[in-house]
């Protein structure tokens, strides 16, 4: 008997597809071959490649005028907003969150929403930031970006430089 009702479990499942059955997970190594773990909105399930492919955030640069940018100048001793461009190329949409670093004497940080921007696969977000460069910092400076993506993060550096 108990055979029979393990049978009948099994078949049930294998009539379902991965994103039916919601496996909880809590990393891409729990999740079967050919599945990835979905941390988005805090469902923790794997989810089908066949379906789905995790969010991949890339950055262009920084943005001026229109066009990406890989280095921009700011002035010494003065609070400056900018834009980056990050760009989610992967399969599924997530809230993106950023975080902007820079070395003890510039004080950087970012200015996206803290509980997130809604980031549609292949869209781009154009992320504010503020800097604010001690008087003597070298230049040119390096900024740490961080973007974090359905539980996934992303590192990028940038070069800043430093005018008086």
Not at 40 to 51: A, E, F, G, P
Request: a negative charge; charged letters at 20%.
């Amino acid at each position: 008997m108990k055979a029979l009702v393990l049978l009948v479990g099994l078949t049930a499942c294998a009539a379902r597809s991965l994103d039916e059955i919601e496996i909880a997970c809590t990393a891409d190594s729990e999740c079967p071959e050919g599945a990835w773990c979905d941390l988005s909105y805090n469902d923790n399930v794997c989810r089908s490649l066949d379906h789905s492919a995790p969010p991949h955030v890339a950055y262009d640069g920084f943005i001026v005028g229109d066009e990406p940018a890989q280095t921009i100048a700011v002035p010494a001793d003065t609070a400056t907003i900018h834009t980056l461009r990050l760009r989610n190329d992967g399969g599924s949409e997530a809230y993106l969150y950023v975080e902007v670093d820079g070395p003890p004497c510039l004080d950087a940080g970012s200015l996206v929403r803290s509980d997130g921007e809604l980031v549609r696969a292949g869209d781009e977000l154009d992320a504010d930031f503020i800097v604010d460069p001690e008087p003597g910092c070298a230049s040119p400076a390096t900024l740490d970006i961080t973007a974090m993506a359905a539980g996934r993060t992303f590192a990028f550096t940038a070069m800043l430089s430093i005018t008086p």
